[in-house]
């Protein structure tokens, strides 16, 4: 059974436009890994994004919530993932912080 990691992320952007700089980060990241041996896919409806992403035998998947000041990120590890629980945990916000601040 997966272990779900959950991170909530203020912005004060709206829901339009944090969708819209989450939909280029995550356009990002696919093209960065989804050459080789890593396989990325990602499926939008509505405000929540679906992703996955698989390498080495281990395959990860969440979901994110856009919301009109705030988004919610939840990641659904496998076990052999767990341990870096908190680590991923501060990347992901920080690389949530840097797509989401106002410039």
């Known amino acids: 059974m997966p272990r779900p990691v959950i991170i909530d992320i203020a912005h004060a952007l709206g829901r339009e436009e944090a ?16 050459v080789g041996t890593i396989a990325f896919q990602e499926r939008w409806e509505g405000e929540r994004l679906h992703f996955s992403a698989g390498a080495l035998g281990q395959s990860v998947a969440g979901r994110v919530d856009v ?11 496998p076990w052999p993932l767990a341990a870096l629980a908190e680590s991923l945990q501060r ?11 106002e410039k």
């Open 19 to 34: 969708r819209r700089r989450l939909k280029g980060g995550f356009g990002r990241i696919r093209d960065q890994l989804g």
């Open 67 to 77: 919301m009109e000041r705030s988004v919610r990120i939840e990641l659904d590890l």
């Open 91 to 101: 990347r992901v916000r920080n690389a949530g912080l840097l797509l989401l601040e």
